[in-house]
């Protein structure tokens, strides 16, 4: 993706984290400002959802939970949108919580669609040819 070129002040402590966090995940300083910064627009976009890493990279989710924002919509799909049958499978969650996810669904439904698709192609077969370990040794 075509990007714009900026220029911007920040703060020497700033500049330090991103710099560290480069230097950990191997990306060049503009790629982790960006990340940081559209991922702090989508976060102010949709109160409720951060963003945290995990096996999969980092994804957004429902804030106080580990549970994937595109975990909980493919939920809600096989449930045909049934807000009240979301409520009894994820009793545990707030509505606000379950509402959080639903809103970031509805702004940025791409990206958790695309993960969804994802999540779909994996079959048996998929995760032995990935993780030969998993394969039983009978």
Known sequence: MAGVQKSLRLPPETMKEIEQMAKETGQDFSNVTKDLLQEAIKMRRCPGILFSEGTGGRRARVAGTGIEVWEMIAAYKTMKGDFKRLQKAYHWLSGEQLKAAL????????????????????????????????????
Do not use: A, H, T
Not at 105 to 124: A, F, G, H, T, V
Not at 127 to 133: A, G
């Open 103 to 138: 809103g970031y669904y509805m702004i940025y439904p791409q990206e958790i669609d695309r993960l969804i698709k994802q999540n779909e192609q994996w079959n048996d077969e998929k995760v032995r040819d990935r993780y030969p370990f998993m394969r039983s040794s009978s």
